[in-house]
């Protein structure tokens, strides 16, 4: 779902220590309870303030203040949750994004997001912190019996995730990683790495060790990633599993893509520069592509940023069409468009290798829509095979317009209106990013001074 970060954590990393939880931010306030929140029980309060410490040591950052934290009865969150989500995705947004998910056969037409979103995240929920008040919340059902004070392991885990947050936003201020931009590539990415960075944390808490360390990691993020049916499947017992394998494939894969491929990333930066690294990510040069997130040598070795594209005005070209939405796919869009029609997601993943950038306008003209599309790959290669994985989806009008340009059109135009859109988009200049890479050895710190002798 490319919308701003959601407000809730679903159900899919919570797969890895058997429990779920949330997200919340907003703007700067003063960290206390807002009104109608119920205090924790002071030993409940004393142990989140204890996972604060878990958080801290194996995040590598200190708390610079306290963290309050509450409960809510699970009736009360999800009236929250509507009753914020016109905040976080205002109804323009929201509209623009699900105009776009059907235009693409992404969802299904009858689906009313406004609806469906606050009901998927809102099966899932046991905590979340808030940037807007700088505290957490906690759901009364996910408190444990015995007066809410006995918390399961796996339930510590999760809010050791949450806590990560609170630091990540004390450090490097949540805010910075929002994206206002519902069809926004680049927000994906930083959405990854901010949930990847937490997730980490709280695998490493829970194994009481650098999860990059372990024999196999690689191999098994890769399945993960891999066939996420399976991965839900898994988790049949859990809270939301149900509401999550019935979601449309593109936001299921998009919600698992934030925890587990930005857990990838992250695993990955840690192996190439360390913590210091992770955290240049945060305070200097986030990821800036799903691309990268799924392939991070693209951002910490051998970059590759997108290349810009900017939509031209069409108005003339196409008189009496309304643009609806404006956006682009990304290398992860163009993987969940591909898995639905061709024959493997090995086929898929390929196709959708190579992305260079993208940008495509959906317009609505007398009930019907149509979707105009630019992409810019890194090789003439990579653009053929893209065009003849896109030939191969129904309803698609594919064409080369250079060695590494592909345009396409999904919908009924005349051939004379699309010669004109075609010179247009054709026309567009690529702005080609600078590509400078990052150089680890400046990140590194000097090794220590040797202490004098006798010394301790």
């Known amino acids: 779902m490319r919308a701003r970060r ?71 969150l999800k009236a929250q949750i509507k009753a914020q989500m016109p905040k976080d995705l205002p109804p323009e947004d929201l509209k623009a994004l699900e105009v776009s998910l059907k235009a693409f056969g992404l969802i299904p037409e009858a689906m009313d ?51 990560t947050h609170a630091l990540q936003d004390q450090h490097f201020d949540l805010h910075r990683f929002e994206e206002r931009d519902p069809l926004s590539d680049g927000g994906t990415a930083k959405k990854a790495l901010v949930e990847g960075d937490a997730t980490l944390t709280m695998i490493d808490a829970n194994l009481k060790m650098s999860f990059e360390a372990m024999p196999g990691v690689d191999s098994a993020l890769a399945g993960m990633m891999r ?57 200097t040069d986030p990821p800036r592509s799903s691309e990268q997130i799924l392939h991070p ?50 086929q898929a993943d390929a196709a959708a290798a190579g992305w260079g950038g993208d940008r495509f306008a959906v317009y609505e003209k007398g009930g019907g829509r149509l ?5 810019e790959w890194d090789t003439e290669a990579d653009a053929g095979e893209f065009r003849s994985a896109l030939q191969a989806v129904p309803g698609w009008r594919v064409e080369a317009a250079g060695p590494t340009r592909v345009l396409a059109v999904h919908g009924s135009l ?8 075609r010179a247009r988009l054709a ?14 050895k400046a990140l590194t710190p000097p090794p220590a001074a040797p202490s004098p002798a006798g010394g301790r």
């Open 414 to 421: 005349p051939d004379e209106v699309w010669e004109k859109v």
């Open 297 to 346: 040598e693209k951002w910490h070795t051998k970059r590759d940023d997108p290349v810009g594209l900017r939509f031209p005005d069409l108005a003339a070209e196409l008189p009496g069409y309304r643009k609806a939405a404006e956006g682009e796919m990304g290398e992860l869009g163009l993987r969940t468009l591909f898995r639905q029609d061709l024959e493997s997601r090995d």
């Open 427 to 440: 026309a567009v200049a690529a702005e080609r990013p600078a590509n400078r890479e990052i150089d680890l």
């Open 227 to 283: 066939d996420p049916e399976r991965l839900l499947g898994g988790g049949a017992d859990f809270p939301g599993a149900k509401e999550m394998s019935a979601a449309p494939a593109f936001i299921r894969d998009s919600l698992i893509f934030s925890y587990f491929q930005g857990l990838s990333f992250c695993v990955s930066a840690r192996r190439v520069g360390g913590q210091v690294l992770l955290d240049y990510a945060f305070t």
């Open 371 to 375: 979707v105009v599309w630019i992409t």
């Open 113 to 163: 997001l406004g609806r469906y979103l606050p009901d998927l995240l809102s099966s899932q929920v046991a905590g979340f912190y808030d940037p807007d008040g700088k505290y957490m919340t906690l759901v009364d059902s996910s408190l444990g019996a015995a007066g809410k004070e006995a918390k399961a392991e796996s339930e510590d885990m999760v809010l050791v995730h949450e806590l």
């Open 6 to 76: 959601s407000r809730l954590l679903p159900l899919c990393f919570a797969l890895l220590v058997r429990a779920a939880a949330g997200r919340a931010e907003g703007a700067v306030a003063p960290p206390h309870l807002p009104p109608g929140m119920t205090p924790l029980p002071l030993e409940s309060a004393k142990h989140v303030q204890s996972l604060l410490r878990v958080a801290e040591k194996y995040r590598g950052l200190k708390a610079t203040r306290s963290v309050p934290a509450g409960s809510t009865s699970p009736r009360k």
